[in-house]
């Protein structure tokens, strides 16, 4: 069975700062996916960021990227240059690539101050 | 393209009453789920269909909740009759499965609250 774990439960960052969300993961399965999803005040679920676990190379997505340590089973979430609006809960998520189904993290809330 | 719409987007209803939820995935995508989110439970997969056949009911709380899919851009979850402890946000999800291009989007929601 897939498991996906976040062992912070909130954080805090300055705007303009760096801040990084931890994520480890468990799977039995060969050819998966990873996944970022973030939840603003608004509730809307929205895909930050995916990496393909036969991918080497780590996924960028403008001041979004990850570090994916495939051995480790770690997935990390580096936000650069944080903004007021990327204040959100932030879910990382296993993906099977044969069904599409989406195993989640608890979350991680993530508070940026002015 | 419109994303995947969900309707309504709240709904207040009395114990005992039939609540229907209903979705409208992404044009072409072959994959649907559903999806509970509470404070106490965090995000919980419900059921999920892939062209339009049910393949894992698993995480239906009970046999209140149904699900259906009667084609590609259309499902609906029902609750009937409904209990206050279902009181939550249900989201509908889709996916091109099987694509090459993964990863689930998700519809705005519904709240619903079962007074």
């Known amino acids: 069975a897939q498991t996906v774990t976040q062992s912070q439960p909130e954080m805090s960052v300055q705007e303009a700062e760096t801040v990084t969300l931890s994520c480890t993961y468990d799977t039995s399965e060969n050819n998966y996916y990873l996944f970022w999803y973030k939840q603003p005040p608004s509730r809307q679920m929205i895909l930050v960021i995916r990496?393909?676990?036969?991918?080497?190379q780590n996924a960028t997505e403008n001041r979004f990227s990850v570090n994916f340590q495939k051995a480790a089973k770690s997935f990390s979430l580096k936000i650069s240059d944080s903004q007021l609006g990327d204040t959100a809960m932030y879910f990382c998520?296993?993906?099977?690539?044969?069904?599409?189904?989406?195993?989640f993290g608890q979350g991680t809330t993530l508070q940026v101050k002015p | 393209d419109a994303g995947v719409i969900q309707s309504p987007r709240h709904e207040v209803t009395e114990m005992g009453q039939e609540v229907t939820l209903r979705c409208k995935p992404i044009?072409?995508?072959?994959?649907l789920f559903w999806y509970r989110q509470t404070m106490m439970r965090g995000l919980e997969l419900l059921i999920y269909?892939?062209?339009?056949?049910?393949?894992?009911d698993s995480g239906m709380p009970e046999d209140r909740f149904s699900a259906k899919m009667p084609n590609a851009s259309f499902s609906t979850l029902k609750i009937q009759p409904s209990e206050p402890r279902d009181s939550a946000v249900y989201f509908c999800a889709s996916s091109a499965t099987g694509t090459g291009s993964p990863g689930q989007y998700f519809g705005p929601g519904t709240r619903l609250t079962v007074t």
């Open positions: 990496q393909e676990a036969y991918k080497q």
């Open positions: 998520a296993h993906g099977s690539s044969n069904t599409g189904k989406l195993i």
């Open positions: 044009s072409g995508h072959n994959s």
């Open positions: 269909f892939n062209n339009n056949v049910p393949i894992d």
